[in-house]
């Protein structure tokens, strides 16, 4: 039997070298064209998921499949005006793009004079923060095994040159099996070995150099990282002040304190990730993403396990079917709006698409 530092050591060499291995795939498929191989017709619209500033996301059939999916559907004039126009191009490029089991991923992308359409597999377990608000709080072992694929996660994304900058409980998905699913990459950005400035995230999950406008690079997903670890165990974020700025200025001085129930391991982990010296952060020193994985709070966490889906959660959300929404609220009926001309045709140009539907080529 191996010992877990002779595991973990394995799962070094394992995963570094599969990413290795899908930086090319990678690469390939961030430049490729992207397939509008369907139209809104050719889905059965069932109810409304969720609703938001960037449109509204929509269960759905596709033709006579039993497969459903989940659409989102975010109007052209919202994008331009709110000037989301790269982040859009840039959720659907990485949703084709990323290949790994803990991201949601692409299935369908369309356009029409009125709406952009990007559809994706339907996760009916609901978001990491519909369960987290029901329990207050999530025990420490079911904390480990939610961060521990948030980890793999961002390991991928950080090989592949890309910073996420959007962690968040209601951006994590369950699946019906137990396992999360990472969402909402429209603040994905490829930076490889460069820094970014760009302020964007969550208030609670934002890092000091975000705020302090320094340049930032992977960093910033480390530290929210080690927001989320916090909020799990404690049921609330380790930085919290209704006032923005007094928000702001607390993340920037690190000061925080841990719950009573907080084991030393949890508390020591949560204290070196959420450290504003990046160069005293863990997932950001020379150790890299090893500092955290090796730490003592993962000890009993086989990584390869999870990695390939073979751990057996301890929450399975109790969902009756594929079509079972119960963790989702309830919305009116779904209306869009019908366009006579292509809108903002000039400034979706940016949407490089290969159009194989035989009504498209027409």
């Known amino acids: 039997m191996k010992s877990g530092d002779d595991r973990l050591q394995k799962h070094y060499l394992t995963f570094e070298s599969y990413l290795r291995r899908c930086k090319k795939d990678f690469e390939t498929k961030i430049q490729d064209k992207i397939d509008q191989s369907t139209l809104f017709e050719d889905f059965k619209p069932m109810k409304i998921l969720g609703t938001g500033s960037f449109g509204k996301v929509v269960l759905c059939q596709y033709k006579d499949e039993e497969e459903l999916y989940a659409m989102k559907i975010m109007e052209k004039v919202n994008i331009v005006r709110t000037k989301q126009i790269v982040h859009t191009i840039s959720e659907v490029k990485f949703l084709d793009a990323f290949k790994f089991p803990f991201i949601i991923n692409l299935q369908y992308f369309f356009k029409n004079n009125v709406y952009i359409f990007i559809v994706m597999p339907f996760i009916n377990g609901g978001e990491m923060f519909y369960h987290l608000r029901s329990t207050k709080k999530f025990d420490e072992t079911l904390s480990k095994f939610y961060a521990a694929q948030v980890t793999l996660a961002f390991e991928y994304m950080h090989h592949m040159g890309v910073v ?55 960093s910033v997903d480390w530290w929210s990282l080690g927001v989320l670890i916090y909020e799990m165990c404690a049921g609330f974020p380790p930085f919290y002040a209704k006032d923005h700025m007094k928000l702001y200025e607390r993340i920037v001085t690190g000061k925080f304190t841990c719950p009573p129930h907080f084991s030393r391991a949890v508390k020591d982990l949560v204290i070196n990730i959420l450290q504003v010296d990046r160069s005293k952060r863990f997932g950001v020193m020379k150790g890299g993403s090893r500092d955290i994985k090796g730490h003592e709070w993962f000890k009993t966490v086989d990584f390869d396990q999870i990695f390939a889906r073979k751990y057996k959660p301890l929450f399975v959300p109790p969902v009756q079917g594929q079509g079972d929404t119960k963790f989702f609220d309830e919305y009116g009926e779904m209306k869009l709006r019908e366009g006579s001309f292509n809108e903002y045709e000039e400034e979706f140009k940016s949407f490089t698409l290969r159009q194989t539907h035989p009504r498209l080529e027409k």
């Open 164 to 218: 996420y900058r959007d962690l968040k409980p209601e951006n994590i998905l369950i699946d019906s099996t137990g396992y999360l699913k990472i969402t909402d990459l429209g603040f994905c950005k490829k930076i490889d070995s460069q820094r970014t400035y760009t302020l964007c995230g969550t208030p609670e999950y934002l890092a000091p150099e975000i705020i302090l406008s320094q340049g930032y690079n992977f």
